[in-house]
């Protein structure tokens, strides 16, 4: 007979049984009885599928060991269970127990990792991996990536709805492309996983897609990629897509996305191809003394979509609509491809170029990372029935299977930045004879042809002539092989004749090492020179001969000399000068006493006393004024505007500090705000020569600096005589 529970005990509340209390070692074992099981429960799971509990950089240390701040939710793991929100009287972060049983590894060193290979420098016939034997599949790898595995089944789907006699399948992937520029974005990708019947991962590992099918995209006109070989696509038609390799790799500014186009064939090429070897094969049949080499096809038939000659190919430019510049087996995206050249003209190397996009893609993923953390807290904050396959970290940038971040080496981008500049060359050596070249630097390195050019040890060249326009740019460059003139002669005629062709205005101003000894050079090579040269040589006044040194004797007596004391007087002429003079230069001199001892030692400067102004008025004559401001405590309105006057060039030797010091006797304060030798307007003739190579030192006298450019010699011998109200004729 069986005992059985008395009828209505379960809703009779008298009828319970009282619970016994549980003593501290009961419940101590039974709670160590319900974490063994769930540690055996977690490690049945892991075993059953691999789980990754890398950390990532950017998680700082209080979550490594698995504790939760108040800003940041606590290391999600497999291994973990949060308690009850309500166990410690709030809504605060969920609490981790068994931290004991948390496995946590720090996240390993990220480096470049998409290098060079030895294939990828060589010239290939084409950028079809099939024709090439040791090719290595992407379907090779002994298990594919999140990103690769969506790759691929978007690709066989593109296969499916590209046949022209599929008429009842869903087109859902071609809609999708027509709606969004032919671009799947990572967005989207858990719609179409779903769609592909793939498993869903997390969407931080899902990135875009591109899609290059031309013909199919524009169906205006005929969008056929061209062939590499006749540069027509009146023979073309498709070949299907690669099975081993669905897309290939571009690398992105923050992270990577995929590109995926179709083989074509062109059967005209491909006829011709088939005759030529057919021709070989009998020329060489039966003759096993000769061993024909392997080369290059002339008649590549079969090329992908993508191929660069054909690019260019696309009528209305639709080639540019191409994302990316691609090498052997990889890519990088134009945006990426456009920074370089600015950068590394700017002296930036590819190897910190590299590092850039390292940052700034682990950054991407650092924080992929941590809004992945937050999602799981999200979910587990109001779930005590999580489940455990959903609680993963992302892992490691370069895990290989789950997000494999990618990034180029500094050898990779140089590769590409030369092989992309080797594509426009021609471009580039048209587009440079457009630029204009009112000025030309010259100059001769030796050591590029002592270093480059060689033959049995010897140097090939003497040196490497390269001119420079006003800009910088790179107008003129040749190679010679002695120093002598004749052989640059040629050259600049050449270099005058492309530039008469073009429409282009000559040359007015050569700058070079040795100014004397290449003038009469340049002046037969260029008429443009020369007629400026002639110009220049009209300006001079006339003069004769120094006695002593031979040089032109520069003879005052040619200037208008106008002598002004008072402040209205000052401002007249002024006023007067603004009004006739030919162009936005003057010449500025000042000149004031020099305090001596009882010795003749000078012990300081006296207070300003003159100041001089030259211009050319519209009759081309020098007008000189002489400013008596010995008497003055504040400058005059006009004078004070004018040397304030941003545009108007002051052109003399040392004559910032004639300024300086004009601003600081008279206290005019913008002069005074900033230094007179940073100015733009400001011109010293000192230093404007050593620049221009025609001095060595920029501390040179002006005599000096007259007689070596204009040939003149001056008499400075007053500048250090006693300045007063009433000048002397010699002063003067």
Not at 228 to 245: A, E, I, L, M, R
Not at 287 to 301: G, P
Not at 346 to 360: A, C, I
Request: charge should be positive.
């Amino acid at each position: 007979m069986t005992r059985g529970r008395p009828k209505g005990r379960k809703d009779n509340p008298s009828n319970k049984r009282p619970k016994r209390a549980e003593s501290e070692s009961q419940k101590r074992a039974r709670l160590q009885k319900m974490s063994a099981t769930r540690k055996k429960n977690n490690a049945d799971n892991l075993a059953a599928k691999p789980s990754s509990a890398n950390a990532v950089s950017m998680i700082c240390d209080d979550r490594l060991n698995n504790q939760a701040t108040p800003n940041q939710p606590a290391l999600s793991n497999t291994n973990t269970k949060p308690k009850d929100s309500t166990a410690d009287g709030g809504d605060g972060d969920p609490a981790v127990i068994d931290s004991e049983a948390v496995e946590v590894r720090p996240a390993s060193n990220v480096t470049a990792n998409l290098d060079v290979e030895d294939d990828d420098d060589i010239p290939h016939s084409c950028d079809d991996y099939e024709e090439d034997e040791h090719a290595k599949s992407t379907t090779d790898v002994e298990e594919l990536s999140v990103q690769q595995q969506y790759v691929k089944a978007i690709q066989l789907r593109l296969r499916e709805e590209v046949k022209q006699n599929t008429k009842t399948t869903d087109l859902y992937l071609l809609n999708h492309l027509k709606k969004n520029n032919w671009w799947i974005r990572k967005e989207h990708a858990h719609y179409f996983v779903k769609k592909l019947g793939l498993k869903k991962e997390y969407a931080a590992f899902y990135r875009d897609v591109y899609i290059w099918l031309p013909d199919i995209r524009w169906t205006d006109v005929n969008c056929k990629p061209c062939c590499p070989t006749c540069k027509s696509n009146d023979n073309v038609g498709s070949n299907g897509f690669h099975d081993k390799h669905p897309g290939r790799l571009v690398v992105g500014l923050e992270e990577n996305y995929n590109v995926i186009t179709r083989r074509y064939c062109c059967y005209q090429c491909k006829a011709k191809s088939k005759e030529v070897k057919s021709v070989v094969d009998q020329a060489f049949e039966g003759n096993d003394d000769v061993t024909v080499e392997k080369t290059v096809d002339k008649y590549q038939h079969n090329f992908m979509g993508w191929n660069k000659t054909a690019l260019p190919l696309f009528p209305f430019g639709r080639g540019e609509e191409f994302p990316a510049i691609l090498t052997w087996k990889a890519g990088v995206d134009k945006t990426v491809n456009a920074m370089m050249r600015p950068l590394f003209d700017k002296g930036l190397k590819p190897e910190s170029f590299s590092n850039t996009l390292l940052e700034l893609h682990t950054a991407k993923f650092a924080k992929l990372s941590v809004r992945h953390e937050y999602e799981i807290k999200a979910k587990r904050k109001d779930r005590l029935d999580f489940v455990t396959d959903n609680m993963e970290p992302l892992g490691d940038f370069a895990d290989k299977t789950r997000y494999a971040g990618s990034v180029p080496t500094g050898r990779y981008l140089m590769l590409v930045y030369v092989s992309f500049h080797a594509s426009i060359r021609p471009y580039l050596e048209r587009e440079v004879k457009k630029r204009d070249m009112d000025v030309l630097m010259v100059d001769v390195s030796y050591k590029e042809a002592k270093s480059l050019y060689q033959y049995h040890g010897k140097s090939v060249f003497r040196g490497l002539v390269t001119g420079l326009n006003q800009y910088g740019e790179v107008r003129l460059q040749f190679h010679i092989y002695t120093d002598s003139h004749e052989q640059m002669l040629s050259a600049l005629e050449a270099f005058e004749k492309t530039r008469l062709l073009l429409g282009f205005g000559g040359v007015s101003h050569i700058i070079g090492d040795n100014p004397k000894k290449e003038a009469s050079l340049y002046m037969s090579a260029m008429p443009s020179v020369r007629e400026q040269q002639a110009k220049y040589d009209s300006l001079k006044l006339p003069a004769v001969r120094d006695p002593l040194t031979g040089a032109k004797y520069y003879d005052p007596k040619n200037l208008l000399i106008k002598v002004a004391h008072g402040t209205a007087e000052m401002n007249r002429c002024v006023i007067a000068m603004r009004q006739e003079m030919k162009g936005k230069a003057i010449g500025l001199d000042a000149e004031w006493n020099r305090n001596l001892n009882s010795l003749g030692h000078q012990t300081g400067n006296s207070k300003l006393k003159w100041i001089q102004i030259a211009y050319r008025n519209e009759s081309n004559a020098l007008q000189v004024l002489l400013f008596w401001v010995g008497d003055l405590k504040a400058l005059p309105s006009n004078l004070r505007s004018l040397f304030c006057d941003s545009s108007i060039q002051f052109v003399g030797n040392k004559v910032s500090g004639d300024l300086k010091k004009i601003g600081r006797d008279f206290k005019v304060e913008p002069m005074n705000a900033e230094q007179q030798k940073l100015r733009k307007n400001v011109i010293n003739l000192g230093m404007h020569a050593r620049v221009r190579g025609v001095i060595n030192n920029a501390n040179v006298s002006l005599d000096k600096l007259a007689q070596l450019t204009l040939e003149l010699s001056l008499d400075k011998s007053l500048q250090t005589s006693t300045w007063t109200k009433t000048l002397t004729n010699d002063q003067k």
